[in-house]
């Protein structure tokens, strides 16, 4: 199991934030309605390719770019808040 920085705990609101609103836009739901805790697969009924443009988008947003095999660990809301948390801002490194 690879070691994953801990993410600084003053990001987590804002990249949870940002991360509920692009996901509401790739399935179609209120923001307000995602929880960290839901399943990517089970509960919001993304597929696989609705999993590659969302990592895309919140590349984007977040100006944070992950590992593709990091993402294979990832099955909530709250594993992808902290796995953008956990990566360098691209603009800060």
């Known amino acids: 199991m690879a ?4 993410p600084n705990p003053d990001d987590l609101p804002a990249i949870a934030a940002k991360i509920k609103v692009v996901l509401s ?14 399943d990517l697969l089970v509960d919001l009924g993304l597929d696989s390719l609705a999993l590659a443009e969302l990592t895309i988008l919140l590349e984007q ?8 095999d990091r993402l294979l ?5 709250g594993d992808l808040v902290s796995l953008f948390a956990s990566v360098k801002d691209q603009q800060r490194s």
Do not use: F
């Open 3 to 6: 070691c994953t920085p801990i």
């Open 25 to 38: 836009e790739v399935i179609r739901a209120p923001a307000a309605s995602i929880r960290l805790e839901d």
């Open 61 to 68: 947003h977040t100006q944070r770019q992950v590992r593709a």
């Open 73 to 77: 660990d990832v099955t909530t809301v």
